[in-house]
């Protein structure tokens, strides 16, 4: 039974640091199993007190402490297992420490820790505290100079900033010394010591300064990182002309590790990479690799400003590098791969990932003001919401005076750790508007419910819109305040085309209305015919539109809307409704006919795009549908979602063999969006005759998969035939798996997709797959791939109701915790969500929460979830 209750760290309680580090020096004697450190740390007081020096450290073994060159007695500092205290202290000095740490012995993965055989650090949150005593925390800006000793096995040693000095040393031994110009908090120092391939470019930038780059990755890796080299390249010009931002180091390295406990870090000037999100070439990465490779290359670059040149006060202000930097990348993949294609993208990500967060006991604002953890922050919350904030503000404000709020916001606070409040203040100055309602968005948690209802008066052709937000209560926050909400809408008649109309005296056929009280109306005049209203447009706010409308409003958006992101949601609205009819037990077969007769239209339009018509043909996720069905019943949805893929297999079925055949690849394979596209709706089409499990579509998927010519398509054979099941299925798995065993890559997408595996023997084998030899719980890839797809990508297998699946995970989250804690505690979620499933399901499941909450000697990240998710 757990006895000890760690207490919260609070926004409320922030003080400034009472210590300031001026200068950093470093030096690293490389040993994977005693690495000894040096640092010497240039101290200064901050302020008129008399605090002692408390400096954060944990699992280091300490070999001296020194002030001013006078060696420390024990009666003279404290050393326990979090901190190194030291009473009295001079104004400024010098402090010397040396420790020794277990580089190899480090699975946690945080600090500095062996992937492969090379030495590589992960420092956010805290994780520098494991490498030496230091004030851990963002808001201490120091320059670092970083010497590194090792053996010349480890041929490439390489640390933040410039290259300084480099040789030989006796004995088989060399060094190499770095400098970084520029201050940085400490979460963003970098060391990387290997045996590595090196794929070198170079980029001139706006100003006509040269840049050397450089990508280093496992030996005979180094052609799969040439597209992530040309992403690279792309961002950093991207970010010069979209937000006057330039690079400022001569340098500018990436390093590819197996083992990360993320996908990407910012350290910089040297990135250090999740593999999976680095490597790619036709043969051993999807199309949706490369698409995760340019936005994560793109977002860790674009942390040079929005992060490492200005960074956080304190770890409360995470949203302000996480959700800007998030909002800079979505854009920057917009115009890479298609503004409607890419929108869509990032709201079903949202919706999947964050609003079940709002939805749940671990709901949290974007900027949260309590943890026990930090590194169970890293939420989608704090990301993707953190974007659509940032996306609002530049809808609010309009495009013009939010690049001169970031122009102020970069001039005013480079070289700075800040604040929310003083970002927003940049806007507020730039746009000479009053922001101080928007900031509710950033404080206030849950996803606000707008409500939409209309009367049309055809004699006077006037047009009532009637507006109003309701936002549930959430843990810590029973009372909402109204939130600006930024509502984007345009007129359409019955036959799709635009209405013009007029409000206010102006002729319009898009407006802006921003919904700033809990209620409010619009009205329209000159409004021709009966409207069909298209709102929300681009999804320009991030909260769930209840309408008025009838389906039969939905067809004519799903046929003709002009804005791609409605017509989308048109589809998925008809979808969800009909689902959840049959999940309640009331099937709609005569809308379910119409449905699919008006997604044949939909695909039979020559002039949409191929990626887009793949949108178009995957119904909600079943995660989506859940949060639409109180109580949620997995199995009640998953049949109702198939028996709809059913209806439209068999409608569609000659349609979508002519859409499969004319759309086989010829010719050399490009990762361009267009071709991404074209791949993506003719494995879609697959996917769907799937759900229609004839002998001739069995053959369809076995020759699919037979003949691939790429991972993206050889992907998608191999999931056809997952849906199908059978002995063809376990022929093709074992198959993929005899030719990719010796691709860690590859193997993760094997796992995964059993994991997917919809069958009812599902659970059995990924019991199963736990016991095989490529499966190892220790490389946070591989426990994703099995583990955590299971969980959050299987609901209909996850949610057994015998409450297998719950102890499954709740087993593997318990292992995981002596080791990885940070790992273990991104497995909680699913869990987390037990008072929306039936009572027999949430019963079952809390019982696994509670088994987890009650374990001796659980980690303070595991603990903070699963207690979260237990508080009444």
């Given at each position: ?83 190194l205290t030291i009473p009295s202290v001079p104004d400024a000095f010098l402090l010397e ?258 609003f079940p967060e709002d939805q749940g006991p671990l709901a949290h604002p974007v900027r ?505």
């Amino acid at each position: 039974m757990r006895t000890d209750t760690p207490q919260p760290i609070r926004l409320s309680d922030y003080a400034p640091p009472a210590f300031l580090i001026e200068t950093v020096d470093l030096a690293f004697d490389l040993a994977p199993r005693a690495t000894r450190v040096k640092a010497k740390l240039a101290v200064r007081r901050n302020g008129d007190h008399d605090l002692p020096l408390v400096l954060n450290g944990e699992r280091l073994k300490p070999v001296s402490v020194a002030i001013d060159g006078r060696v420390l007695n024990e009666g003279e500092r404290t050393i326990d297992a979090e901190f190194l205290t030291i009473p009295s202290v001079p104004d400024a000095f010098l402090l010397e420490t040396e420790v020794e740490i277990d580089p190899e012995g480090n699975k946690a993965l945080e600090g500095l820790y062996m992937s492969g055989g090379r030495f590589c650090t992960q420092c956010e949150a805290e994780g520098f505290r494991k490498i030496t005593w230091y004030p851990d925390r963002p808001d201490v800006l120091s320059r670092f100079t970083v010497r590194i000793e090792a053996d010349e096995r480890f041929h490439h040693l390489l640390s933040n900033g410039n290259l300084v000095e480099a040789g030989d040393l006796p004995g088989g031994r060399h060094y190499a010394v770095w400098n970084d110009p520029f201050p940085k908090p400490c979460y963003l120092f970098a060391l990387v010591a290997g045996e590595l391939d090196v794929l070198e470019d170079s980029l001139v930038t706006m100003s006509g300064r040269k840049v050397e780059l450089k990508i280093f990755v496992d030996p005979g890796m180094a052609p799969r990182a040439a597209y992530a080299m040309d992403a690279l390249k792309r961002s950093m010009k991207w970010d010069e002309e979209a937000f006057g931002r330039e690079y400022d180091l001569d340098l500018f390295m990436i390093v590819a590790v197996r083992d990360f406990n993320f996908g990407a870090m910012e350290n910089k000037g040297l990135n250090i990479f999740n593999s999976s999100l680095l490597l790619a070439d036709p043969a051993t990465a999807t199309d949706l690799d490369y698409e995760r490779i340019e936005s994560v290359v793109a977002h860790e670059y674009f942390h040079n400003w929005t992060g490492d040149r200005i960074t956080c006060r304190d770890w409360f202000q995470l949203c302000l590098k996480e959700g800007l930097t998030v909002f800079r990348d979505q854009s920057f993949s917009a115009d890479m791969r298609g503004e409607a294609v890419q929108r869509i993208k990032d709201v079903k990500a949202l919706r999947a990932r964050q609003f079940p967060e709002d939805q749940g006991p671990l709901a949290h604002p974007v900027r949260p003001s309590s943890y026990l953890k930090i590194d169970n922050f890293y939420t989608a919350t704090i990301y993707e919401k953190g974007a659509e904030v940032i996306r609002m503000l530049k809808t609010l404000i309009g495009a013009d005076a939010f690049r001169k709020g970031t122009d102020l916001y970069f001039e005013r606070w480079d070289g700075h750790a800040t604040t929310v409040e003083a970002f927003i203040e940049c806007f507020a100055e730039a746009s000479g508007q009053d922001l101080s309602d928007f900031f509710a968005w950033y404080e206030q948690a849950g996803t606000p419910k707008l409500t939409l209802s209309h009367a049309y008066d055809p004699a006077a052709k006037r047009l009532e819109i009637e507006l109003s937000q309701e936002t549930a209560p959430t843990p810590g926050q029973p009372e909402k305040r109204p939130l600006p909400i930024p509502v984007t809408l345009g007129l359409l008649d019955r036959d799709g085309r635009t209405l013009a109309f007029e409000r206010d005296g102006q002729a319009a056929d898009e407006i802006l209305v921003v919904l700033k009280d809990a209620k409010a109306k619009v009205t329209l005049t000159g409004v021709e015919s009966p409207p069909v209203i298209s709102a929300l447009r681009g999804f320009s706010a991030p909260v769930t539109l209840v309408q008025d409308a009838p389906a039969k409003d939905r067809y004519v958006q799903l046929a003709a809307d002009p804005d791609l992101f409605n017509r989308w949601e048109a589809g998925q609205a008809l979808a969800r409704s009909l689902i959840l009819a049959r999940a309640k037990g009331r099937p709609d077969e005569v809308g379910e006919e119409r449905f699919a007769e008006a997604m044949g239209r939909a695909l039979g339009d020559q002039a949409s795009d191929p990626a887009f018509k793949a949108l178009l043909l995957a119904l909600p996720a079943e995660s989506d549908l859940a949060l639409a069905l109180q109580p949620a019943d997995p199995a009640a949805i998953h049949a109702g979602r198939e028996a709809l893929r059913t209806r439209l297999a068999l409608h569609l079925g000659e349609d979508l063999k002519r859409l499969h055949l004319g759309l086989q690849e010829m010719g050399e394979f490009s990762a361009d969006a267009a071709s991404a596209g074209r791949r993506a709706l003719r494995n879609a089409a697959l996917d769907l005759m799937a759900a229609n499990p004839r002998s001739d579509v069995l053959e369809l998927a076995e020759g699919h998969y037979r003949a691939a010519a790429n991972m993206t398509d050889a992907m998608g054979g191999l999931s056809a035939l997952m849906l199908i099941g059978g002995e063809t299925y376990e022929a093709a798995l074992a198959d993929f798996y005899e030719r990719w065993k010796a691709e860690p890559l590859v193997v993760d997408k094997w796992f995964a997709l059993q994991a997917r595996d919809p069958a009812e023997s599902a659970l059995g084998r990924v019991l199963g797959l736990t016991a095989h030899p490529a499966f190892d719980a220790k490389t946070p890839n591989r426990l994703r791939a099995l583990v955590s797809t299971f969980a959050n990508f299987n609901p209909a297998r996850f949610h057994d109701p015998s409450g297998a699946g719950y102890r499954f995970l709740a087993d593997q989250i318990l292992a995981v915790d002596g080791f990885n804690p940070m790992t273990a505690a991104r497995l909680v979620e699913p869990l987390g969500g037990w008072r929306r499933y039936a009572p027999a399901l949430g019963a079952l499941m809390k019982r696994e929460l509670e088994r987890i909450a009650a374990t001796e000697g659980l980690s303070k990240n595991v603990y903070e979830l699963a207690s979260k998710a237990l508080a009444e």
